[in-house]
């Protein structure tokens, strides 16, 4: 290799080094980190219909190189009902940390595309939820129908046709739906959530929650949170009702759970 070309090999390289910029610390308190740095869904398992529903893509992007795009359409069934969800693959995190009277923090960035195709009428969209374990049931007996989880993030549009992420929270399975926060959101930019739980059967677990760096809940939200002493656990992805005729796709990054919320924040 000749002077000149070794010279151009490393300016090349360090222009390389700059433009990655310098490596993250790692940080403190993280229990699960699934930013898709690797280019897989190492850490993830899920429940998609087909293998293109949850795709590592390289734009766009939160942080990093890496997001993941989730996709749902019509028909896509798993787990018996029309979703495309990621949940994540050590069990024992959410178990751990979950159960009654733990406290957990969980961050993630949100992508939705500006042309996302709205379901007709008042079909429920999740885009996010905590979901109960059902309960072992007596021998020769089918476990009982769970029902809506304990804690659920949805997307709707407002009066005014705004789309609004909207929190709800839900004491029993069965019981009436509360709404712990409401906040409209700009499509086509990346949306910053925090959330920190504190799981309890009794009224002093609470869920407070921020949106963009901004409070989302309002301060603690205080109620039940867990059906029963087993934990919850996460589902991101999008999963609604069968019968919509859209497609859709919504993007996901920087997802952690962890001690803090600067352990977990995006």
Same mark, same amino acid.
């Given at each position: 290799? &000749?002077?000149? *070309?070794?010279a151009?090999?490393?300016?090349a390289?360090?222009? !390389?080094?700059?433009?990655?910029? $310098?490596? #993250? @610390?790692?940080?403190?308190?993280?229990?699960?980190?699934?930013?898709?740095e690797?280019?897989?869904?190492?850490?993830?398992?899920?429940?998609?219909?087909?293998?293109?529903?949850?795709?590592?893509?390289?734009?766009?992007?939160r942080?990093?190189?890496?997001?993941?795009?989730?996709?749902?359409?019509?028909?896509?069934?798993?787990?018996?009902?029309?979703?495309?969800?990621?949940?994540v693959?050590?069990?024992?995190?959410?178990?751990?940390?979950?159960?009654?009277?733990?406290?957990?923090?969980?961050?993630?960035?949100?992508?939705?595309? &500006?042309?996302? *195709?709205d379901?007709?009428?008042?079909?429920?969209?999740?885009? !996010?939820?905590?979901?109960?374990? $059902?309960? #072992? @049931?007596?021998?020769?007996?089918?476990?009982?129908?769970?029902?809506?989880?304990?804690?659920?993030?949805?997307?709707?549009?407002?009066?005014?046709?705004?789309?609004?992420?909207?929190?709800?929270?839900?004491?029993?399975?069965?019981?009436?739906?509360?709404?712990?926060?409401?906040?409209?959101?700009?499509?086509?930019?990346?949306?910053?959530?925090?959330?920190?739980?504190?799981?309890?059967?009794?009224?002093?677990?609470?869920?407070?929650?921020?949106?963009?760096?901004?409070?989302?809940?309002?301060?603690?939200?205080?109620?039940?949170?867990?059906?029963?002493?087993?934990?919850?656990?996460?589902?991101?992805g999008?999963?609604?009702?069968?019968?919509?005729?859209?497609?859709?796709?919504?993007?996901?990054?920087?997802?952690?759970?962890?001690?803090?919320?600067?352990?977990?924040?995006?």
């Open positions: 290799m &000749t002077r000149r *070309a070794a151009i090999s490393l300016l390289a360090c222009a !390389a080094l700059a433009f990655a910029g $310098p490596a #993250a @610390a790692p940080r403190r308190g993280v229990w699960f980190c699934g930013d898709f690797t280019g897989r869904l190492d850490g993830w398992i899920w429940d998609i219909a087909r293998q293109e529903r949850a795709v590592v893509v390289t734009e766009p992007v942080k990093g190189r890496y997001a993941v795009r989730i996709s749902l359409a019509p028909g896509d069934i798993a787990a018996s009902k029309e979703r495309a969800e990621l949940k693959g050590n069990k024992e995190i959410e178990r751990t940390h979950g159960s009654q009277g733990g406290e957990m923090w969980y961050g993630w960035s949100l992508w939705i595309p &500006t042309d996302y *195709a379901p007709p009428g008042n079909q429920f969209q999740i885009l !996010a939820q905590w979901h109960q374990r $059902p309960e #072992a @049931a007596p021998a020769g007996e089918r476990p009982k129908k769970m029902g809506a989880p304990p804690l659920t993030l949805h997307l709707v549009r407002n009066d005014e046709g705004r789309h609004v992420l909207l929190l709800i929270g839900q004491e029993s399975s069965t019981g009436p739906p509360r709404t712990l926060g409401a906040r409209p959101i700009r499509l086509g930019t990346w949306i910053d959530l925090v959330f920190h739980i504190r799981w309890s059967t009794g009224r002093d677990g609470f869920v407070e929650a921020w949106l963009g760096g901004h409070p989302f809940t309002g301060g603690k939200k205080y109620g039940r949170t867990l059906y029963s002493p087993l934990s919850n656990y996460l589902r991101l999008l999963y609604r009702g069968k019968g919509v005729p859209t497609t859709n796709h919504v993007f996901y990054d920087e997802v952690r759970l962890g001690d803090s919320y600067q352990a977990v924040t995006p």
